[in-house]
C-alpha cells in the first residue's frame, strides 16, 4: 500500500471514530415522549444524605408515588400524587395530572409543611398560592415572580421538574446521547432547558444476586453532579447518586410498596 494510500486510510478512520463518540444532542419534543412505560401504581424511594465520604447516611425519607390513568376535563390524563414522609409526619404532598400523549403539564397542586399549598391550572391560566389567586397586576415582587414564570410555561412545551422521576423513564435512551429538557416546576423559577446525557451503561446488584442493567443518565451544575441509574428492561429510575460539593445524596427505588 502506498503512503498516501496508508494516510488516506489512517485520516478516514480517524474521523470515523471521532463521529462515532460525537454525542447526540436531542432536543425533546412531545413526539419524542414515550408515556406508556410509566407503570401504574405505587412506588416508593427511600432518600438519605451523607454529609462526607465516610460520613453515617442521615436525614432519611421515604418518598411516594402513586401513578393512575384516567380523565381530566375530557383528556386522557396520567395522575401522580406525592407524599413525602420524614420521621413521624408528612412534609410535603403534591398533586400533578399530565397528558396522557405527552406528558405536558394540564394541573399541579401542592402543599409544603412550611410554606403552604399553590396550585396552577394549565388549562385555564389559574394560579394560587394559600388560596389567594395570583394576578398579573399583582406588585408583591415573590408574586410578579411566580406568575411571570407559569405565563412563560403556558406559552411552551414544558415537563413537570417535579415528576423527574417519571420524565426520565419516557426518554428515547442511546449511547453517547444528551437530552435537552425544557423543565418547569410550577411555583418556582422560569422554565428552564437542562441538559441530561448518557454517559453509558451500568449493572446494578438487587435481590437473590440478580443485576439489572442501566443507563446512566448523567447531569451536571455548578458544585452539583448528578447520576440516575434507569432499568434498560421496565425504564424506572432505580437510583441516583447525587454530589454536591463534600456531601452526597441518594434515591433508591424499594423492591416493595406497602
Not at 376535563?73 to 406525592?82: C, L, M
Request: aromatic share 14%.
Amino acid at each position: 500500500m502506498k503512503p498516501f494510500t496508508i494516510l488516506l486510510f489512517a485520516y478516514m478512520l480517524s474521523c470515523s471514530l471521532l463521529s462515532a463518540q460525537k454525542k447526540d444532542t436531542v432536543y425533546i419534543k412531545p413526539d419524542q415522549i414515550n408515556t406508556k412505560v410509566l407503570i401504574p401504581g405505587t412506588h416508593r424511594w427511600l432518600v438519605y444524605f451523607k454529609m462526607g465520604v465516610d460520613s453515617p447516611r442521615s436525614l432519611f425519607s421515604i418518598w411516594s408515588r402513586h401513578i393512575e390513568r384516567k380523565k381530566y376535563e375530557g383528556k386522557d390524563a396520567i395522575e401522580i400524587k406525592q407524599v413525602w414522609e420524614e420521621k413521624d409526619s408528612i412534609v410535603h404532598t403534591t398533586l400533578s395530572v399530565s397528558d396522557a400523549k405527552d406528558f405536558r403539564t394540564l394541573f399541579h397542586q401542592s402543599w409544603w409543611k412550611q410554606r403552604g399549598s399553590s396550585s396552577f391550572n394549565f388549562l385555564t391560566g389559574e394560579a394560587s398560592m394559600n388560596d389567594k389567586k395570583l394576578l398579573s397586576g399583582d406588585t408583591s415582587m415573590r408574586v410578579k415572580r411566580v406568575r411571570n414564570g407559569f405565563d412563560t410555561a403556558l406559552t411552551q412545551y414544558t415537563l413537570n421538574w417535579h415528576l423527574d422521576l417519571e420524565v426520565f423513564p419516557q426518554l428515547p435512551y442511546q449511547s453517547n446521547r444528551t437530552f435537552m429538557i425544557n423543565f418547569y416546576d410550577p411555583g418556582f423559577s422560569q422554565p428552564k432547558w437542562v441538559a441530561y446525557s448518557v454517559t453509558g451503561s451500568g449493572k446494578l446488584p438487587g435481590l437473590d444476586g440478580q443485576e439489572t442493567d442501566c443507563w446512566l443518565l448523567e447531569h451536571n451544575d455548578t458544585n452539583n453532579k448528578e447520576v440516575y441509574w434507569v432499568s434498560k428492561k421496565t425504564k424506572e429510575v432505580l437510583k441516583l447518586e447525587q454530589q454536591f460539593g463534600t456531601r452526597f445524596r441518594y434515591k433508591i427505588k424499594l423492591p416493595f410498596s406497602m
